[in-house]
Structures are given as structure tokens and as C-alpha cells.
């Protein structure tokens, strides 16, 4: 298995513009998880999923941020409208229920200008 | 919701000596705790973890504690090399199968030659 994969791996947008980052976890993993990293504030769960349903979303900034996940490969965070303040590095993992090591992808670094 | 304290931020040691990372967490529900090693522009990576009915666990050069009653846990690596310059994370998790893992804000170790 290639491993949790996300792209774009960097992705360079103007204030304002809408933001879509992907990410395909590890087959057969049936939890996923969005993580944004960025040097003050760490590593932050924004969102995780099980079995394609959203679990917890309390950790997504504002309104601004929405994450899909129409199947069991496939996932989307968006940020629409992005802000310079949404620079970071996001990073999607993934994890099988009962076996608790979560897999993190290499991440797309964001910048916002 | 948990919170994880992590200690130092920063730890400088010369190769051959140990280093220990401490953490400690708020809610006495948590079940499950990884250690993840970050290497500079690279992925967290699961080095070890430990479940609330172990109290240690070694691999190799690497080992874990925990102390349910205090609430902490702590990470030991000895004889240190140079690879193992990285920024490491504890985490903690509540989760039935320790998916929604809290990390802690990490600890930059490097190792001089």
C-alpha cells in the first residue's frame, strides 16, 4: 500500500480564494482524520471521521472550514474563503478501529498571501 | 475535553546520553498513548505507544512509562545518536479504539555529535 496520500503536496492561493485539500487514506482504515500544524499552535484535530461519518468537529476553526467524506477513499477539507492566517501545514491520517496507530500523510503545506 | 502537557520544548543532549520527555494529561479517561517522531519537513511517525493497562514498554533503545495515578507519561531514549534529532509528540486519546488522539505541543531534541 502506498501509504494515507494528500495533494496537492503545496498549494499557493490569494486571500479570498477557495482552498480544496484531498486525501485518500489506507485501504481498509475506517477512520480518517484532518490535522492543521503549524508552529504556535502544534499539531490541531480539526475534524475526524468514522466510517465516513463526521465523529467530532469541534476542532474546526469557523465557518470558513468544511470537510466532506463521500466514501470510504476519498476525502476533502475546504476553506472558502482563505485567510493569510490559514497558512500551515495539513496533514490527513488514517486508522483501523481496534488496531489504534493513526498513518499521517506528507502533508500539503498551505500559504495564503 | 483532555488536555496534554509536554516538557521540555526544547532538549539538547550529546550523543551516547539519554533523553526523557515528559507529558501529562487531564482526563482520567484516557486509554491509549503514542509517541510520535517528526523529522524536519517530514510526517509524524508512530515510534511506540502504550495502552492504560502497561505500565512500560520498551523497544530497543526506546521505552515509555506511565503513571495512571499522576496522570503522566514519559518517554526514554538511550545511548542517542544523531538520527534521533527530531521533534517528538506525545499524544492521548479517549477513544474506544484511541482514534481522537490530543497532542501534546512537542519537544525539539537535538543530539550533538
Known amino acids: 500500500d502506498a501509504g494515507v496520500i494528500q495533494s496537492p503536496r503545496h498549494e499557493v492561493t490569494e486571500m479570498g480564494q477557495e482552498v480544496t485539500l484531498r486525501c485518500k487514506p489506507i485501504?481498509?482504515?475506517?477512520?480518517l482524520f484532518w490535522y492543521r500544524q503549524t508552529m504556535m499552535r502544534g499539531l490541531e484535530l480539526l475534524i475526524y471521521f468514522n466510517n465516513n461519518v463526521p465523529i467530532d468537529d469541534s476542532g474546526m476553526p469557523e465557518d470558513r472550514f468544511s470537510a466532506k467524506m463521500p466514501n470510504a477513499s476519498f476525502s476533502t477539507l475546504k476553506i472558502q474563503p482563505s485567510e493569510p492566517r490559514d497558512s500551515a501545514v495539513y496533514f490527513c491520517?488514517?486508522?483501523?478501529?481496534?488496531?489504534?496507530?493513526?498513518?499521517f500523510g506528507q502533508g500539503t503545506r498551505l500559504t495564503v498571501v | 475535553g483532555e488536555n496534554v502537557e509536554q516538557h521540555p520544548s526544547t532538549l539538547s543532549v550529546q550523543e551516547g546520553d539519554s533523553a526523557v520527555i515528559k507529558c501529562t494529561y487531564s482526563d482520567s479517561a484516557s486509554n491509549y498513548f503514542p509517541w510520535y517522531k517528526q523529522e524536519l519537513g517530514k510526517r509524524p511517525q508512530l515510534i511506540i505507544d502504550i495502552r492504560s493497562n502497561v505500565g512500560e514498554k520498551k523497544d530497543q533503545r526506546i521505552a515509555v512509562t506511565l503513571n495512571k495515578t499522576a496522570k503522566h507519561f514519559s518517554l526514554h531514549i538511550t545511548e542517542t545518536q544523531p538520527e534521533d534529532s527530531a521533534v517528538y509528540f506525545c499524544?492521548?486519546?479517549?477513544?474506544?479504539?484511541?482514534?481522537?488522539?490530543?497532542f501534546g505541543p512537542g519537544t525539539r531534541l537535538s543530539v550533538l555529535p
Open positions: 491520517a488514517s486508522s483501523h478501529s481496534g488496531v489504534a496507530e493513526a498513518f
Open positions: 499524544a492521548a486519546s479517549i477513544g474506544n479504539y484511541g482514534q481522537n488522539f490530543v
Open positions: 485501504s481498509g482504515h475506517n477512520s
